[in-house]
Structure formats: C-alpha cells, structure tokens
C-alpha cells in the first residue's frame, strides 16, 4: 500500500542502526534514497551496494560540524535526484556526562549535531520543497526529550529542542502541504547503545522494564519514520510519535 515511486528521500545518518533501516524500507517502498555519514565510509558503501541493483541510491559524507558543508551536501543531492521530497532527521549523537563534569565543548557537540544539524537540513530543504508544494519532514528525538535524562543532559535538551522545532516548522509550513512530524523511540538496540548493553544484566533490566518486554530493533522505528512520511499520515503534522513499547507514557 506505501508506495514511493518517483519520490526522493534524504536520510542523514544512513549508514548505521535506525538510519539504515529507513534506507532500507525507503528502497524498499520504491523511493530514490540519498544518504549521509560522517566517517564509516566502508559501511555505506556496503549499504549502498546491497541496495543498487536493484534502486537509485548514493551516500554522501558530510561533517555535522560544518554549517557550510551540510548545505553543500544538500544541494548537491538536490542536483543529482532533481528534488528532495522526504527529509528523515537521524544523525545524531549519544554520550554520557555528568551535568557538573560537562565540558561547554561537549555540552555544544552534542547540541551541535542533534539540534542544529537537524535544523541546517532542514533549513535547506525548504526552498525547493515549497517550490514543490510537497515535502515530509520527520526527525528522530528520544523519549530523553521529553521527559529527561540523568547523566545525559546535553542530549536530552538537543532532544527536547528537537521536539520544539517539530511544532514549530509544522506550524509553519503546513500551508505549503509540507508535513513535520517527529519519532521519539526508547530504547533501541544499535551500534549507539552496544556499550550500555554489553551488561547483560542492565540489558535484561531494561527488557523488563519494558510493558512488552522486549527492546526495540532498528526496523521498530524505521516502519513509524516510513509511514509519516506516507499518504496515510497525509493529515497529521506537528505530532511526537512515541516507540517504546509503552516504557514512557507521555503525549
């Protein structure tokens, strides 16, 4: 019933965990995907390569550091697929700190790449998205910015603005048929979160801490990403889409 057939999706962080799933379930769905990494070229490659047989498909590295190389990225994606029709907000990243032991360095890293990085590619997918009076735009949070996180502040308020900006744009742009939604999943089982896991008593706590009693997979995640991006979710903007298997209750 999803189909995306003649559109263009741009997935940041796509070589890995949950942005690799939605690569895959985009290709699946037809779409023409573009993806961004930071440094594991061997891995989109492999990605990319798995996939091209048979879809249009091409990585792009872009350092989320860099305001000027993000648009350049965007543009350049821009020009090889003609548009970009689907933007799926991923990158990301999750280290530990103590509130009274941060580094403003870290504190601004993480700030950098979770919350201004999501919004510079926003920023620039705009303008031709209103040029086409179509675009979906969904950004991965976390369950941390909506209600917290010990030990990891700094992520969870790039989180949290994450959320605010979701409301924000879709206010915004809903005039122009382009949607902003967000996903904000739990506990998920990726590269990011092996450390953490490789306690295999914590793993279990978590598990069971869990109403369904099993911990997210990447796929989890990436089915709720593909279907706001699809027709069916055509009518919802501005929403927060928890995944945790009901380990966090909140609207």
Known sequence: MIDFSSKTVLITGGSRGIGAACVKLFANANADVAFTYSSNQTAAKKLASEISKTKKIKHYM??????????????????????????????????????????????????????????????AVIPTMKKNRFGRIINISSTAGQRGEPFYSHYASSKGGVIALTKSLAAELGEYNINVNCVAPGWVITDMSAGVFSDSEYKEKVRNDIPVKRIATAEDIAGPVLFLASDLARHINGEILNVNGGSVLCG
Do not use: H, P
């Open 62 to 123: 872009v350092d989320l550091n860099s305001a000027t190389e993000i648009e350049e990225c965007t543009q350049k994606i821009i020009s090889d697929f003609g548009m970009i029709d689907i933007l799926i907000n991923n990158a990301g990243i999750w280290k530990y700190g103590k509130a009274d032991e941060l580094t403003l360095e870290e504190w601004e890293e993480t700030i950098r790449i979770n919350l201004t990085g999501t919004f510079l590619f926003t920023k």
